[in-house]
């Protein structure tokens, strides 16, 4: 087991390593960068004016060698003041000293945002926070109503129960957060005013019922449909195994039946797809970010995107990617631990 | 401004649709009548999940065929006074209604959602068809041959299936990567797919029957190099195949990012009926590994990928709404769904009905292919 864990931990470095690559390859391609030397310098710049601020911020050098500075494994370099000859800071507002060192990820310094004009960790990190309690939330609700939902839909296969419920699921995978979105706000924002439909105030005054519940409905019910189907899958097939018959033969209820016997082994196949949410979960979180107004992670990527902001759109790449793979090992090993018929090797 | 009343609105819009009735009336009717000789497409017609999925479809589809007939006006004019302008609201010039209202920049909803239909059903199906052709050409090797090609391709697709969707659509789709040739040469990798497929699957059935051969494969390498120089150069010697260059890039983005789904599900099929009988026996017979993969695995592979590209096609709507969303790509003024609801979505507190028509198109659309797929599954297992 350790062997395969430390296996996949290989694979998950190496993948990490390629798609940083890559999103860095894309980020600084050439319209990439003057958008970014436009943004940092005016509208109206000179072809030249750009040109000597790339070069001045060590844009310019070959890729490799930028690539790994930010990964740490390069020494990155102050710029030097034409003027004076002195070393100076590179980004004055993230406090760079002004000397060569290795500083990249390796070391823990996610570089500097130009958008935002601090830190990367700084603006990173409390937007993941609010990303995560967003998560809770929905987690919280989602899991437990498409399990019911499953469930429900699964002991008994075929009855009408059984099939309004899967219609019902079925018509919840239809619908992305963006749609959901707008309907749920139409509904209990414009007309019936229950909620808001914002929650740009739980950023600075705190989560309520009022502020919170929109954006935590609109994405859940996107997952739930797709969760209900696999827990109800999962549970018919449960359901004619031969221990059931035996448990039912020997006189137990059916409700004891479903909750002793068949719903320990039909809620393993719902905790992989539950786990293999995350990454569908990410971009609901852009969107639901986005639309809500709520200053979370899918929030600072899509500002990142759009401003064109290299460090911290390669930080949100690198946070994706982990939570990505991340969830993916706690999958296969949870499965394996979960069911001991499988064994990894 | 004059308005007619609700019901009014609501015979407007079915007598609107007139087309798609009719043309739904006579495809549904006959293949109630014929169901008994039409194979699984007949069989859907056993079940109301079927019936309704199917319906839904072909409603999309007319709709989209039909357009310039079913919407009243031009989805890009702009008619000043109707900025806005509530369900119903009569145009005083030419005396028709805007039936669904008109939006901020005083065009009529209901006309953008029927054009919004087309730029969906285009793109969507196409783009789920070269999908499954990348993934069952990569997916065929990967899962018959396993080893090192086997890791190689797995580890490829898992790097694209580690990349959260949006942030894909975000370095992929911008305006600034259409000035550099990385589109381009995607475009041309993935359009190669199709070609390869079908030259295979001719030459591995029909190699030793020379006179066939080379007129399938001529034919193939034909109007698949008229396609490709249309779609990849843009440049069509006879000038019907062309294709814009955001679209393109559209259209090359979401190839991309779900190929890998299709190349793992094929491996999936592949890895399991490889071990069947009839495949023993093809080998025994001395078969080449390709005429097995094409002409004896796909064909009993069949019925699973064909549930998946249903979904997949859904799916694919649901990322190009989301491109829209979030202004990748699309040009502004574009009618599709998704670019409709962010603009709608913005100006939800003091107008709603912009935003509805286009989230229930969206919805029930990929609410039909989903009840279809359903239905097909259902007959798939019965057999």
Known sequence: MLAFILRRLGTMALTMLCLTMVVFFMINLEPNLRKLSISQLDMRSSDEHIESWLVKNGYRQNFFVRYGQWLGVWPKYPNIDPATGEAVSRFTYCNEPAETRFSGVLQGDFGCSTKFKTTVAAKLFPALGATGILMFWVMVTMVPISLLIGILAGMREGTRTDRSLSVASIATTATPEYVSGVIFTVIFASWLGWLNGSAASATGQGITFYNFTLPVMTMAIYGIGYIARMTRASMVEVMTQQYIRTARLKGLGFGSVVIKHALRNALIAPFTVIMLQFPWLLTGVVIVEVMFRYQGFGFTLVEAAGNNDIDLLLGCSLVSVFVVLFTQLISDVGYAYLNPRIRVQ | ?383
């Open chain 2, 1 to 383: 401004m004059e308005y007619i009343g609700g019901f009014q609105i609501f015979l407007g819009v079915l007598a609107r649709f007139w087309p798609v009735w009719l043309a739904l009336a006579i495809i549904m009717g006959a293949s109630f009548v014929y169901k008994k000789k039409l194979g699984l497409y007949g069989q859907l017609f056993d079940s109301g999940v079927g019936i309704v999925g199917v319906g839904i479809c072909f409603f999309w589809l007319f709709t989209a065929i039909f357009a310039g007939t079913i919407a009243p006006f031009n989805p890009l004019a702009q008619i000043p006074i109707m900025k806005d302008a509530l369900p119903g609201a009569i145009d005083a010039a030419s005396g028709q209604a805007y039936l669904f209202g008109g939006d901020k920049l005083a065009r009529d909803v209901f006309s953008r959602m029927v054009y919004g239909s087309q730029i969906v059903l285009i793109i969507a199906p196409a783009a789920t068809a070269f999908a499954l052709m990348v993934g069952i050409t990569l997916g065929l090797p990967a899962g018959y041959y396993g080893g090192r090609i086997d890791s190689v391709l797995s580890f490829l697709a898992n790097l694209v299936l580690a990349f959260p969707v949006i942030l894909l659509f975000y370095l992929l789709v911008t305006p600034g990567i259409m000035e550099t040739p990385i589109p381009y040469g995607m475009a041309g990798l993935f359009f190669l797919f199709p070609i390869i497929f079908f030259s295979a699957l001719f030459y591995t059935r029909f190699k030793n029957r020379p006179d066939r051969v080379y007129i399938q494969i001529g034919l193939t390498l034909l109007i698949g190099g008229w396609i490709y120089a249309g779609l990849v150069f843009n440049a069509d010697p006879l000038g019907i195949v062309s294709i814009k260059p955001n679209q393109l890039n559209i259209f090359v983005a979401v190839v991309f990012a779900s190929s890998p789904g299709v190349f793992r599900i094929v491996r999936g099929l592949v890895m399991d009926i490889k071990t069947r009988d009839y495949v023993a026996a093809a080998q025994t017979r001395g078969e080449s590994p390709w005429y097995i993969m094409l002409w004896e695995i796909l064909p009993n592979a069949r019925g699973p990928l064909i549930v998946d590209a249903c979904l997949r096609i859904g799916y694919t709507t649901i990322l190009l709404g989301t491109l829209g969303y979030f202004g990748l790509g699309l040009a502004p003024e574009s009618p599709d769904w998704g670019t409709a609801i962010k603009d709608a979505s913005r100006l939800l507190r003091s107008y709603i009905h912009p935003a509805l028509p286009p989230t229930v198109a969206l919805m029930s659309f990929v609410l039909g292919l989903n009840l279809l797929a359903d239905a097909l599954r259902e007959q798939s297992m019965k057999d």
